[in-house]
Protein backbone atom coordinates (compact mmCIF):
# COMPACT_ATOMS: atom_id res chain seq x y z
CA UNK A 1 0.00 0.00 0.00
CA UNK A 2 1.17 3.61 -0.99
CA UNK A 3 1.73 6.24 1.48
CA UNK A 4 0.94 9.91 0.96
CA UNK A 5 3.90 11.55 0.17
CA UNK A 6 3.75 13.68 -2.58
CA UNK A 7 4.80 12.41 -5.85
CA UNK A 8 6.60 15.49 -6.62
CA UNK A 9 9.14 15.03 -3.66
CA UNK A 10 9.92 11.38 -4.95
CA UNK A 11 10.50 12.45 -8.55
CA UNK A 12 12.65 15.64 -7.10
CA UNK A 13 14.91 13.39 -5.09
CA UNK A 14 15.31 10.67 -7.73
CA UNK A 15 16.01 13.48 -10.07
CA UNK A 16 18.10 15.18 -8.29
CA UNK A 17 20.32 11.82 -7.06
CA UNK A 18 20.65 10.98 -11.19
CA UNK A 19 21.75 14.39 -11.96
CA UNK A 20 24.64 13.77 -9.83
CA UNK A 21 25.52 10.78 -10.86
CA UNK A 22 24.64 8.74 -7.67
CA UNK A 23 23.71 5.05 -7.02
CA UNK A 24 21.39 4.30 -4.21
CA UNK A 25 24.66 3.01 -2.39
CA UNK A 26 26.65 6.29 -2.87
CA UNK A 27 23.41 8.85 -2.14
CA UNK A 28 22.95 6.77 1.04
CA UNK A 29 26.39 6.99 1.94
CA UNK A 30 26.56 10.47 1.15
CA UNK A 31 22.81 11.49 3.03
CA UNK A 32 23.20 8.91 5.93
CA UNK A 33 19.33 7.70 4.71
CA UNK A 34 19.86 3.86 4.14
CA UNK A 35 19.33 2.64 0.96
CA UNK A 36 16.36 0.51 1.05
CA UNK A 37 14.76 3.68 2.37
CA UNK A 38 15.58 5.82 -0.24
CA UNK A 39 14.60 3.66 -3.11
CA UNK A 40 11.18 3.15 -1.13
CA UNK A 41 10.69 7.24 -0.84
CA UNK A 42 11.76 7.29 -4.97
CA UNK A 43 9.13 5.18 -5.66
CA UNK A 44 6.68 6.71 -3.70
CA UNK A 45 6.27 3.81 -0.96
CA UNK A 46 7.28 5.85 1.91
CA UNK A 47 6.69 8.81 3.22
CA UNK A 48 10.17 10.52 5.10
CA UNK A 49 9.68 12.74 8.22
CA UNK A 50 11.06 16.47 7.62
CA UNK A 51 14.36 14.96 9.34
CA UNK A 52 15.10 12.35 6.84
CA UNK A 53 14.07 15.22 3.80
CA UNK A 54 16.71 17.37 5.59
CA UNK A 55 19.19 14.58 5.82
CA UNK A 56 18.44 13.86 1.83
CA UNK A 57 18.94 17.90 1.25
CA UNK A 58 22.50 17.80 2.95
CA UNK A 59 23.71 14.96 1.63
CA UNK A 60 22.94 15.98 -1.82
CA UNK A 61 23.70 19.41 -1.26
CA UNK A 62 20.36 21.48 -2.23
CA UNK A 63 17.72 23.76 -0.96
CA UNK A 64 14.93 21.62 1.26
CA UNK A 65 12.65 23.55 -1.15
CA UNK A 66 14.79 21.37 -4.35
CA UNK A 67 12.80 18.42 -2.76
CA UNK A 68 9.86 19.27 -2.02
CA UNK A 69 8.58 22.03 -4.93
CA UNK A 70 7.23 21.18 -7.84
CA UNK A 71 10.04 21.13 -11.04
CA UNK A 72 9.82 24.43 -13.73
CA UNK A 73 7.88 23.73 -16.19
CA UNK A 74 9.80 22.71 -19.53
CA UNK A 75 9.10 26.07 -21.05
CA UNK A 76 7.26 29.26 -20.18
CA UNK A 77 6.11 31.49 -23.29
CA UNK A 78 5.23 34.74 -22.37
CA UNK A 79 3.52 36.39 -25.47
CA UNK A 80 3.97 40.13 -26.13
CA UNK A 81 0.46 40.95 -26.69
CA UNK A 82 -0.18 39.67 -23.00
CA UNK A 83 2.56 42.05 -21.33
CA UNK A 84 1.29 45.39 -20.15
CA UNK A 85 3.92 48.08 -20.46
CA UNK A 86 4.73 50.81 -18.16
CA UNK A 87 5.66 53.96 -19.86
CA UNK A 88 7.45 57.16 -18.85
CA UNK A 89 8.42 60.44 -20.66
CA UNK A 90 5.68 60.82 -22.77
CA UNK A 91 5.45 57.36 -23.65
CA UNK A 92 8.77 57.54 -25.40
CA UNK A 93 10.54 55.04 -22.92
CA UNK A 94 8.44 51.54 -22.75
CA UNK A 95 8.79 48.66 -20.17
CA UNK A 96 7.29 45.49 -20.77
CA UNK A 97 7.98 43.32 -17.25
CA UNK A 98 8.35 39.51 -19.23
CA UNK A 99 9.43 38.26 -15.62
CA UNK A 100 8.30 39.62 -12.48
CA UNK A 101 10.99 39.20 -9.46
CA UNK A 102 11.57 36.09 -7.91
CA UNK A 103 13.05 35.56 -4.18
CA UNK A 104 14.59 32.34 -5.20
CA UNK A 105 16.08 33.87 -8.27
CA UNK A 106 16.66 37.59 -7.28
CA UNK A 107 16.56 38.92 -10.58
CA UNK A 108 13.60 40.59 -12.78
CA UNK A 109 13.94 40.95 -16.52
CA UNK A 110 11.76 43.43 -19.35
CA UNK A 111 12.12 44.41 -22.95
CA UNK A 112 13.04 48.75 -23.10
CA UNK A 113 11.87 50.24 -26.09
CA UNK A 114 13.35 53.72 -26.13
CA UNK A 115 11.69 56.20 -28.41
CA UNK A 116 14.44 58.50 -30.08
CA UNK A 117 14.75 61.28 -28.12
CA UNK A 118 13.28 59.36 -25.03
CA UNK A 119 14.95 58.94 -21.63
CA UNK A 120 14.40 58.01 -18.44
CA UNK A 121 16.31 59.16 -15.22
CA UNK A 122 16.33 55.92 -12.67
CA UNK A 123 17.00 56.46 -8.81
CA UNK A 124 19.54 53.83 -7.08
CA UNK A 125 17.76 50.31 -6.15
CA UNK A 126 18.73 48.81 -3.32
CA UNK A 127 22.03 48.44 -2.23
CA UNK A 128 23.66 45.49 -4.50
CA UNK A 129 21.59 45.67 -7.30
CA UNK A 130 23.59 45.07 -10.80
CA UNK A 131 21.65 45.53 -13.93
CA UNK A 132 22.55 43.69 -17.51
CA UNK A 133 21.63 45.59 -20.80
CA UNK A 134 21.55 43.75 -24.26
CA UNK A 135 20.95 46.89 -27.18
CA UNK A 136 19.14 44.23 -30.02
CA UNK A 137 18.14 47.50 -31.74
CA UNK A 138 19.09 51.27 -32.36
CA UNK A 139 21.85 52.99 -30.31
CA UNK A 140 21.26 54.06 -26.38
CA UNK A 141 24.17 56.22 -24.17
CA UNK A 142 24.04 54.81 -20.22
CA UNK A 143 25.05 56.49 -17.76
CA UNK A 144 25.56 54.87 -14.51
CA UNK A 145 28.70 55.17 -11.67
CA UNK A 146 29.12 58.99 -12.85
CA UNK A 147 30.41 57.52 -16.48
CA UNK A 148 28.66 58.19 -19.80
CA UNK A 149 28.52 54.56 -22.10
CA UNK A 150 27.73 54.65 -25.63
CA UNK A 151 25.88 51.61 -26.99
CA UNK A 152 25.11 50.38 -30.35
CA UNK A 153 23.36 47.19 -31.73
CA UNK A 154 24.56 43.87 -30.40
CA UNK A 155 26.52 45.32 -27.51
CA UNK A 156 26.02 44.91 -24.03
CA UNK A 157 27.00 46.49 -20.43
CA UNK A 158 26.96 45.11 -16.53
CA UNK A 159 26.31 48.39 -14.10
CA UNK A 160 25.83 48.34 -10.65
CA UNK A 161 22.58 50.15 -10.26
CA UNK A 162 22.29 51.09 -6.60
CA UNK A 163 23.31 54.35 -8.03
CA UNK A 164 21.67 56.95 -9.87
CA UNK A 165 21.47 56.15 -13.46
CA UNK A 166 20.07 57.18 -16.69
CA UNK A 167 19.05 55.25 -20.60
CA UNK A 168 18.43 57.55 -23.52
CA UNK A 169 17.96 57.33 -27.21
CA UNK A 170 20.16 60.68 -28.56
CA UNK A 171 19.10 58.84 -32.55
CA UNK A 172 16.25 59.03 -34.57
CA UNK A 173 15.66 55.23 -34.86
CA UNK A 174 13.94 53.45 -32.18
CA UNK A 175 15.85 51.27 -29.31
CA UNK A 176 14.99 48.51 -28.16
CA UNK A 177 16.73 46.78 -24.92
CA UNK A 178 16.71 43.78 -22.82
CA UNK A 179 17.24 44.33 -19.23
CA UNK A 180 18.03 41.62 -16.76
CA UNK A 181 17.70 43.28 -12.79
CA UNK A 182 19.73 41.03 -10.12
CA UNK A 183 19.15 41.94 -6.86
CA UNK A 184 22.14 40.38 -5.06
CA UNK A 185 23.12 40.35 -1.47
CA UNK A 186 23.75 44.14 -0.23
Known amino acids: ?81 SVQPVTEGDGRYINYPIFPFDEKKLFEMYRIVIEPGGCLDAQPHILGTEEYITVFQGNVKITAGGN ?27 AQLSMLIYYGKG
Open 1 to 81: MKLDISKTTAKNIKRIRESKHLTLDAAAAATGVSRSMLSQIERGDANPTITVLWKIANGFKVSFTALTEAALEDATVIRSE
Open 148 to 174: EYELKEGDSIHFRSDTEHRYHNPEKKT
